[in-house]
DNA sequence: GGGCTCACATACGGCAGCGTATGCGAGGGC
DNA sequence: GCCCTCGCATACGCTGCCGTATGTGAGCCC
């Protein structure tokens, strides 16, 4: 063991490589501690800590605070956001990949999620803080459009265009599942056993022209 | 003008007035606080300078700052629960009920809103913030469920069964409205021009046996 | 391998916010 | 009308957190 219990690094590693890996851990423990607790609480002493580093280094990474938001929320939504593409892209049976899609959301466990995501209810409180950052909405709005853009899109091609009523505007619809998705998790945050997956199913069969089960 | 430009107020009041006055003012600018920062940020001395009062004024009426979080919400969720209910209630022509809550709840504007209700996106905020209390959650999550409930059976009831498909559990069509208004409130937050009266109106069309224009 | 560089830890000053103790002036019972 | 009560303001100590300055040991160039 190294100093202060955190494990020696393996010998002989490049400065560089090392330096990388220490990002990586305090832009990890960052989504972490801020999945848990929202943007504004968590110190930088329990972000440092969780990493096992200090605020010295901190401070060799990161220009202050706000600046290492930024970084985390870039990684946070990028991956968001290719994950939503992904499966707008993919989606050949859109039933099945958006109840997919909100599982992946609903499930808290990230090992079994087949999205590379936290949680729903750590994605949707990181979301929700960081919506009160100008800069970083700036940062990502457009981004985001494309994304929700794009599962609309799907939602009007391939086979998916059989399944939806062709009087609806695809953008809404796609609006409209992300929506549903977002809200779905907002209510599990208030205790409500709410289940996005199987509600986004709902909206989809709803949409499709005629009932699943008819 | 009383001491530090605090307005006088009217002379010989009753102490119980005055009392309950000042409580409803820190209240009141605590909704706004929070609303506008989140329940982390905002400091007790902001609060009760936006009230016009100190922290000696805060500390008669709340023993901390978690009593005082809890009596703000139970002012926030009791009129946001009322509103659902009346709406659900109410709710002869369905679509068109619930388009103006969506409305409502879109609306910045207090004023200009039909439900007592702050803006959707404040609201949504306060929700969000206010998940991370257990004891605040232990408090209206019961209420939340008969609400939602509410909606649900009311989309069942009435004129609405007109509308609804025979085959849809009218509670996952009440947790489907919710949730829309969530999730939209969510993405109006990360910039997305999303239009929860919108769509809603269009979720209830695809409920609808026919669209509206067919 | 000697010395420089750099990643990180430690130490320090400062500030903001919370909760308490105390002061003060205006209601309200007698 | 006197004095007690009480609602609110002021003053103070304390803690936690941020950002900086400084120390140190391990990589890296020659």
Chains 1, 2 share one sequence.
Do not use: N, W
């Not at 930088?44 to 605070?65: E, K, M, P, Q, S």
């Not at 009160?132 to 939602?155: C, D, H, K, N, Y």
């Amino acid at each position: 063991m190294g100093l202060y219990g955190r494990p020696m690094r393996a010998a002989a590693r490049s400065r560089d490589d090392s330096k990388r890996e220490t990002r990586e851990a305090l832009v990890q423990a960052g989504i972490a501690e801020f999945a848990e607790h929202g943007l504004d609480t968590p110190s930088l002493d329990a972000i440092c800590a969780r990493a096992g580093y200090t605020r010295g280094a901190f401070y060799v990474h990161f220009r202050d605070r706000d600046a290492f938001l930024v970084a985390v929320m870039e990684r946070v939504l990028g991956r968001f956001f290719d994950s939503i593409i992904a499966t707008g892209d993919a989606a050949h049976d859109l039933e099945r990949t958006v109840g997919r899609f909100a599982d992946a959301l609903a499930s808290g466990r990230r090992g079994a999620s087949p999205l590379p995501l936290p949680g729903a209810v750590q994605l949707h409180r990181l979301l929700e803080a960081c919506a009160r950052s100008p800069q970083i909405r700036r940062r990502f709005g457009s981004l985001m459009q494309e994304a929700i853009a794009r599962v609309g899109r799907a939602t009007a091609a391939g086979q998916a265009a059989r399944t939806v009523r062709g009087d609806v505007d695809p953008v809404q619809v796609g609006l409209l599942l992300v929506a549903v998705a977002f809200g779905g998790i907002a209510l599990l945050e208030t205790g409500i056993p709410f289940d996005p997956g199987k509600a986004s199913r709902t909206a989809l069969r709803l949409v499709a022209r005629r009932p699943a089960r008819a």
